[in-house]
C-alpha cells in the first residue's frame, strides 16, 4: 500500500478528499501529510447546505493531528469556498476537525481525554506535546460545545455554595445537582445577583419544577431563591453541614476565651484540645477518648458547649418539622440559659432561620455532594499551580465537574 493510501485510511477520508502526499521528516521528528480534493465537486453552503460549486480557496491551514509513532503529525489542506446566494462567501466544513479548530478531530478528543485523566494542565501538555496555550484553547472549546449542548432545565435538587478563589475576599458561586453530583453553573461573586443568573435561564414554569435547594444560611442566596423560585419558602433547606460548621466555631471560641482565662491561672488543661472538642463524638479517635473523658466530666464552659453541638446532631434525625421543631426550642433555652456567649450567638442564628432547617425533615438534602466536588474544585486548582484569571477557573470547574460532553462532532 502506498503511503498516501495508508493516511487516507488512516484519517478515514472519503472522495472527495484523498491524500495527495506525505512526506517525513527525521530530523525533525515529523510528518506532514498533504490533502486534497477532485475538481468538479459540489460544495454544500455550511449554513443551510445548499450544494454550490468551489469559488476559490481560502488560506492553506494545518492541523496537528494525532502523533504518527512518536512523530509530531500534521495535516495541511486548502479549503474551498462557496458563494452563497444567500449567506455570502465561506469556507466549507471540512471532515477532520471544527470550523476553527486547530488540531483534528481525533486529536483534540485525546486531548480532553488526557487532560480529563490527568487533572492538570500542564500533566496533559507536556504528554501531548502542545502549548499551554494550545491546552487551553481545547478546554474552552470543550466547554463551550459542551454548554450549548446542555439541556437548559433547572436541576430538582440544587446545592448552592461560595467556593474562595484566591486569598482575600475572591469568591465564586457554584451550583451543584445535588443528584448527578455535577456543577452546573458558576458565577462572579457570592450576591444575590450571582445566583440570579442561573436562575434567569429558566422560565417560571421550569422553575417551578425546582424541588428543594441546599445552601448555607447566606442571604444573598436566599434572597435569589425566594425571588424566583415559586414555592421557595419551602424548597430552601439551610445545609446541615453548614449549621454544625457555624456550632462547631461558637464551641471553638468558648474554647478559646476559656483557654485564656485558665492559663492566666497557671491551668494548662485546655492546651492542645482544640481538635477534641471539633470531632462528633463518634468519629473521635480512640486515642483522644481518655482525655476527653476527663474534661468532659469537669466543670468546664468549654465541656458545656460541647454537649450543646452534640445534642444538636439528634436535630436531624426527625422525620417531623413539628416534633423536630420542639426540639430545637428546648435546645434554645438550653444555650440562652447557658451564659455562654458565642453559643447564644449561634443560637440567635439558628432561631432567625428556624423554618428553613427544619425543611430538612421533608427534603433529607445536604451540601454534602457539593462539598465533595468542592474539594474536587481546590485540588484541580493546586495541581494546575493556579489558573491565571477567574474565568479560567470557571472554565475549569466545568470542564471537570460539569459533566459535559464535551467532545467535538465532525459536521
Ligand atoms: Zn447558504
Known amino acids: 500500500m502506498k503511503d498516501t493510501d495508508l493516511y487516507s485510511r488512516i484519517l478515514g477520508l472519503a472522495a472527495p478528499w484523498f491524500v495527495d502526499a506525505v512526506k517525513l521528516n527525521t530530523v525533525e521528528g515529523r510528518v506532514d501529510i498533504h490533502v486534497e480534493h477532485g475538481s468538479g465537486v459540489r460544495w454544500a453552503c455550511p449554513v443551510c447546505g445548499r450544494e454550490l460549486?468551489?469559488?476559490?480557496?481560502?488560506?492553506?491551514?494545518?492541523?496537528?493531528?494525532?502523533?504518527?509513532?512518536?512523530?509530531?503529525?500534521?495535516?495541511?489542506?486548502?479549503?474551498?469556498?462557496?458563494d452563497c446566494p444567500e449567506h455570502g462567501v465561506l469556507q466549507v466544513n471540512v471532515p477532520w476537525a471544527e470550523s476553527k479548530g486547530r488540531f483534528t478531530l481525533l486529536m483534540e478528543r485525546l486531548i480532553i481525554d488526557v487532560l480529563t485523566e490527568c487533572a492538570t494542565l500542564t500533566g496533559a501538555r507536556r504528554i501531548m506535546r502542545i502549548t499551554w496555550d494550545e491546552a487551553w484553547g481545547v478546554m474552552e472549546r470543550a466547554v463551550r460545545r459542551g454548554r450549548e449542548r446542555k439541556q437548559s432545565t433547572p436541576s430538582r435538587y440544587l446545592g448552592v455554595d461560595e467556593k474562595a478563589f484566591r486569598k482575600g475576599h475572591d469568591y465564586v458561586t457554584v451550583v451543584c445537582d445535588l443528584v448527578d453530583s455535577t456543577v452546573e453553573y458558576v458565577a462572579d461573586e457570592r450576591k444575590t445577583e450571582s445566583l440570579e443568573g442561573y436562575y434567569l435561564q429558566f422560565t417560571k414554569d421550569q422553575l417551578a419544577r425546582i424541588k428543594a435547594v441546599a445552601m448555607d444560611m447566606w442571604e444573598p442566596y436566599f434572597k435569589a431563591t425566594l425571588k424566583h423560585v415559586p414555592g421557595a419558602v419551602g424548597k430552601i433547606v439551610h445545609d446541615r453541614f453548614h449549621i454544625m460548621k457555624h456550632v462547631s466555631e461558637a464551641v471553638d471560641r468558648v474554647r478559646k476565651q476559656e483557654h485564656r482565662e485558665l492559663m492566666g491561672q497557671e491551668d494548662h488543661r485546655l492546651r492542645g484540645t482544640k481538635y477534641l472538642w471539633l470531632y462528633r463524638e463518634e468519629n473521635l479517635p480512640d486515642k483522644h477518648r481518655p482525655t476527653l473523658e476527663v474534661l468532659k466530666a469537669s466543670n468546664l464552659k468549654v465541656a458545656k458547649a460541647w454537649a450543646?453541638?452534640?445534642?444538636?446532631?439528634?436535630?436531624?434525625?426527625?422525620?417531623?418539622?413539628?416534633?423536630?421543631?420542639?426540639?430545637?426550642?428546648?435546645w434554645l433555652i438550653w444555650v440562652n440559659k447557658s451564659g455562654l456567649a458565642p453559643m447564644r450567638k449561634v443560637g440567635g442564628l439558628i432561631q432567625r432561620h428556624l423554618e428553613n432547617i427544619l425543611t430538612f425533615c421533608r427534603h433529607r438534602i445536604t451540601n454534602g455532594v457539593a462539598e465533595g466536588l468542592n474539594?474536587?474544585?481546590?485540588a484541580i486548582k493546586r495541581k494546575a499551580c493556579g489558573y491565571r484569571n477567574r474565568d479560567h477557573f470557571k472554565t475549569a470547574i466545568y470542564f471537570f465537574c460539569g459533566g459535559l460532553d464535551l467532545y467535538p462532532v465532525s459536521s
Open 308 to 330: 450543646m453541638k452534640e445534642s444538636l446532631n439528634d436535630v436531624w434525625k426527625y422525620l417531623s418539622m413539628g416534633w423536630a421543631r420542639r426540639f430545637v426550642k428546648r
Open 53 to 82: 460549486s468551489c469559488r476559490d480557496h481560502a488560506e492553506p491551514r494545518v492541523w496537528r493531528h494525532l502523533d504518527t509513532c512518536q512523530f509530531k503529525t500534521f495535516l495541511h489542506a486548502r479549503i474551498p469556498r462557496v
Open 375 to 378: 474539594s474536587k474544585i481546590m
